[in-house]
């Protein structure tokens, strides 16, 4: 069964689909069954990973709203054992669509609870707002993983994704965790980058993963091409940087099953 992580930060510029498109690739490249979910009305993800925005094909939305089942919408990337859900623009309805709709809050939960078994992996790109998109992402997933920049205002706006996430826990997921704190666009040139690492480490602890994204202009190329880092340039620091943060999940992950498994006992 699959581990199903949320990448979200309501804050935008933190890197949140670039980290979602490459670990998402990192950890396919481990020779798991990746599905990656964009859940996000700006089609990063999907534009991302090389598939062309079509009128004709199913994307979330038709999903949400249960107009169509989510193997409809699942779409074969070119990197091996990655697959995708894509989005487009009518994903910004969605908020509109579910308002007064029955468990508008579980709608992607219910989509892959019927594909969860057929994954290793699933990784939710979610949209820079707290709205129901990514309340949907948090509901279904198990974990979250928060994208920082490594700039002045790098906590600004982190009590309140936290206060949501604990909210989410208390009334529709229980078993909801933080799975990192991820500091991208990392440059140890600089003080500041220095400081804010050192300012983040102390309020998170070791929540803060160990491997930093450092800043890359190969990395922020990538995409144009409709490619992941470890396809465009596999020798790059930011495809080391992903893979080495794959590793990490991937230790925590087997961590978390360990533990479910004495409490089974």
Same mark, same amino acid.
């Given at each position: 069964? /699959?581990?199903?992580?949320?990448?979200?930060?309501? +804050?935008?510029?933190?890197? %949140?689909?670039? =980290?979602?498109?490459?670990?998402?690739?990192?950890?396919?490249?481990?020779?798991?069954?990746?599905?990656?979910?964009?859940?996000?009305? !700006? @089609?990063?993800?999907? =534009?991302?990973? @090389?598939?062309?925005?079509?009128?004709?094909?199913?994307?979330?939305?038709?999903?949400?709203?249960?107009?169509?089942?989510?193997?409809?919408?699942?779409?074969? =990337?070119?990197?091996?054992?990655?697959?995708?859900?894509?989005?487009?623009?009518?994903?910004?309805?969605?908020?509109?669509?579910?308002?007064?709709?029955?468990?508008?809050?579980?709608?992607?939960q219910l989509g892959l609870d019927a594909v969860r078994n057929e994954y290793d992996y699933i990784v939710i790109d979610c949209p820079p707002a707290l709205d129901l998109l990514t309340l949907n992402a948090?509901?279904?997933?198990?974990?979250?993983?928060?994208?920082?920049?490594?700039?002045?205002?790098?906590?600004?706006?982190?009590? !309140?994704?936290?206060?949501?996430?604990?909210?989410? %826990?208390?009334?529709?997921?229980? %078993?909801?965790?933080? $799975?990192?704190v991820l500091l991208t666009m990392y440059d140890d040139r600089t003080n500041l980058t220095r400081q804010v690492e /050192?300012?983040?480490?102390?309020?998170?602890?070791?929540?803060?993963? +160990? =491997?930093?994204?450092?800043?890359?202009?190969?990395?922020?190329?990538?995409?144009?091409?409709?490619?992941?880092?470890?396809?465009?340039?596999?020798?790059?620091?930011?495809?080391?940087?992903?893979? !080495?943060?794959?590793? $990490?999940?991937?230790?925590?992950? !087997?961590?978390?099953?360990?533990?479910?498994?004495?409490? /089974?006992?």
């Amino acid at each position: 069964m /699959a581990r199903i992580l949320a990448v979200a930060n309501q +804050k935008g510029g933190v890197g %949140k689909t670039t =980290t979602a498109i490459n670990l998402a690739a990192a950890l396919a490249a481990s020779e798991l069954a990746v599905l990656l979910v964009d859940s996000d009305p !700006q @089609g990063n993800s999907t =534009t991302g990973v @090389g598939i062309a925005k079509n009128e004709e094909r199913v994307t979330l939305y038709e999903v949400l709203l249960q107009r169509a089942d989510i193997r409809d919408a699942i779409t074969p =990337t070119d990197f091996a054992g990655l697959s995708l859900v894509p989005a487009d623009q009518n994903l910004v309805a969605t908020n509109l669509d579910l308002v007064d709709a029955e468990n508008r809050e579980r709608r992607l939960q219910l989509g892959l609870d019927a594909v969860r078994n057929e994954y290793d992996y699933i990784v939710i790109d979610c949209p820079p707002a707290l709205d129901l998109l990514t309340l949907n992402a948090l509901v279904a997933s198990d974990a979250v993983l928060i994208p920082i920049q490594c700039e002045f205002f790098a906590l600004e706006g982190i009590s !309140q994704l936290m206060d949501t996430i604990d909210r989410v %826990k208390e009334a529709f997921n229980p %078993k909801l965790r933080i $799975e990192g704190v991820l500091l991208t666009m990392y440059d140890d040139r600089t003080n500041l980058t220095r400081q804010v690492e /050192a300012d983040l480490r102390e309020f998170f602890g070791k929540e803060v993963f +160990k =491997t930093v994204v450092p800043r890359s202009i190969r990395l922020a190329e990538a995409p144009s091409f409709g490619k992941s880092i470890l396809a465009y340039d596999p020798r790059s620091r930011g495809a080391e940087a992903y893979i !080495q943060l794959a590793k $990490e999940i991937l230790a925590h992950g !087997q961590h978390a099953r360990s533990e479910s498994a004495k409490s /089974a006992r």
